[in-house]
């Protein structure tokens, strides 16, 4: 079983596989690396279920915080958006209202931001994602394309049970068939992977970890 995200001991350096520079489909899952590097003007999403722990990789290798309401600056340069900094800075606002009400709105601002940054940010932009929703990851795709940067994905692979309690632990938890639903299209993503088909569109790369690789590594940077 998979334990959860930062409760493991680092290893020892010499326990560690060498940085890994994506190209292809990697995975990851139980393996120890030691550093993924990425373009200096990569496209990256992580993506995973809610309560998979995104929001916590981010801030492990990103520096993104919890309480942040504007995209967050990561080390080289790096922009990390994440859906819940749209979700803070829209509750001053519609926080009186139950969130299943304004949820839409937090997706638009949050694709906005991203778009935005693409466009905008003269450095590797870090995105916060599903990748449960195809029209998700097309528009994500083209404006990626569009922008000339790369787009390359991680996906955190996590069992249900496990991003259920992860999602109790933060006291953030998705409306149960909001939840059924994208459990369903992981895990019908994941099975098209084992049977060699890809994700539509194609990344430049995608990398399937879980929270032990994850547990166990050390950085994610950018570099030429």
């Known amino acids: 079983m998979n334990p959860p995200l930062a409760t493991l001991p680092p290893p020892t350096p010499e326990a560690l596989t060498p940085f890994l520079a994506p190209d292809a489909v990697h995975d990851l899952r ?94 590797p932009v870090v995105i916060h994602d599903c990748a449960t929703t195809g029209w998700a990851r097309r528009i994500i795709s083209l404006w ?10 991680i996906l955190l692979d996590v069992p249900t049970a496990e991003a259920r309690a992860g999602q109790h632990a933060r006291g953030r938890r998705s409306n149960r068939m909001t939840f059924v639903l994208h459990c369903f299209r992981w895990r019908r993503l994941m099975e ?23 547990n166990r590594m050390r950085r994610v940077t950018f570099a030429a």
């Open 144 to 153: 990626a394309a569009g922008y000339g940067r790369e787009l390359h994905v």
């Open 30 to 123: 139980g393996r120890e690396i030691d550093e993924l590097q990425y373009p200096p003007m990569a496209a990256l999403v992580v993506a995973g279920i809610p309560g998979a722990g995104k929001s916590t990789v981010l801030r492990r290798f990103f520096g993104a915080t919890a309480e942040a309401e504007d995209p967050s600056g990561g080390p080289e340069g790096s922009v990390v958006l994440d859906s819940l900094q749209a979700r803070n800075r829209l509750r001053h606002r519609l926080g009186w209202l139950p969130y299943s009400l304004w949820r839409p709105v937090v997706h638009v601002v949050h694709f906005a931001g991203i778009r935005t940054a693409l466009r905008d940010t003269d450095g």
């Open 192 to 214: 098209r992977l084992r049977a060699g088909g890809g994700l539509r569109p194609a990344p430049e790369s995608l990398v399937i970890v879980d929270r032990i690789t994850i």
